[in-house]
């Protein structure tokens, strides 16, 4: 008894201070199999590849009840949207209802797990610039769910007024990394453009290649003039240069971010200037 209340407690610690073998067991809901997992999240069945979601609170949902990944990070990216002007309205909660109803083909579990994962998020620690990559990844195939995302941030944004400062940074951040992607600007969706395709009739599509992300990455095509790419280049770089984000009081994955970025942003520069030859 003494023995197994040693091994109990010993379980305990290394649950709680982290041993790197903190394993989750679980069955299978599909092929009943026994199945090792290290986080919430989606997986695969490593037996009968069904996937399934194991949330934080330990439930297992099947993939027809669970949203998948990218329609969680949408739920809690919202709810960081609506948050991010202290206040979670009323008004706000009601349109990203009706955008979830209009929008998104959700089950009526799905839609449930949606509103779930909007209330834990509202006052959860990971960062909004964080879930804005995941999406980007996740959705990086098909842009035109990039497109509704931002179009819906603005919806959430405007609906209790006009778009609060904080609401705004948030937005251009999300603009400023599915760009990548997209290839929108701020001020076009500002004017009511967004729509798939831009001036340089530079759309997106899955042909692209690694060159076409680095002019993506400047936010030129390969139509630009070299001018129009050193002063794309100039500007990014100054807007994400380490050196501006040091002093300021920034959250951490903002600085992360930026650095990321920066580093991105340099890469891209000299893949372009080997191609065209400029020196
Ligand atoms: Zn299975």
């Known amino acids: 008894m003494e023995v197994l209340g040693f091994i109990a407690i010993c379980y305990f610690i290394s649950k709680f201070f982290g041993g790197n073998d903190n394993k989750i067991n679980l069955k299978c809901p599909y092929c009943r199999k026994d199945v090792n997992i290290d986080t919430p999240g989606f997986w695969n069945c490593p037996y009968c590849d069904n996937s399934f979601h194991y949330r934080s609170d330990g439930r297992v949902l099947l993939s027809d009840e669970a949203c998948n990944e990218g329609v969680i990070l949408i739920a809690q990216l919202f709810a960081k949207l609506a948050k991010a002007d202290d206040v979670v309205s009323r008004q706000e909660i009601d349109v990203v209802d009706r955008i979830v109803r209009n929008d998104l083909e959700l089950s009526d579990p799905q839609r449930k797990e949606f509103r779930e994962a909007f209330n834990e998020h509202k006052n959860s620690v990971l960062g909004y610039l964080e879930i804005i990559h995941q999406l980007n990844y996740f959705y990086r195939e098909t842009p035109q769910v990039l497109l509704f995302i931002v179009d819906s941030l603005f919806t959430i944004a405007r609906v209790d007024g006009g778009i609060h400062m904080s609401q705004e940074n948030f937005i251009h951040a999300a603009i400023e990394t599915f760009n990548t992607t997209i290839n929108m600007r701020y001020e076009d969706f500002l004017q009511g453009e967004g729509n798939s395709s831009n001036d340089n009739g530079n759309e997106y599509d899955n042909t692209d290649t690694a060159e076409d992300r680095y002019y993506h ?29 040091v002093s300021k009081d920034l959250p951490e994955d903002m600085i992360e971010y930026a650095a990321n970025k920066f580093k991105e942003i340099r890469q891209a520069y000299e893949e372009i200037k080997k191609e065209r030859k400029i020196s």
Do not use: F, M, W
């Not at 003039?225 to 280049?233: M, P």
């Open 217 to 245: 990455v400047l936010g030129c095509t390969a139509n630009s003039t070299n001018d129009e790419i050193k002063s794309a280049y100039k500007r990014l770089v100054q807007q994400y240069h380490p050196d501006k984000h």
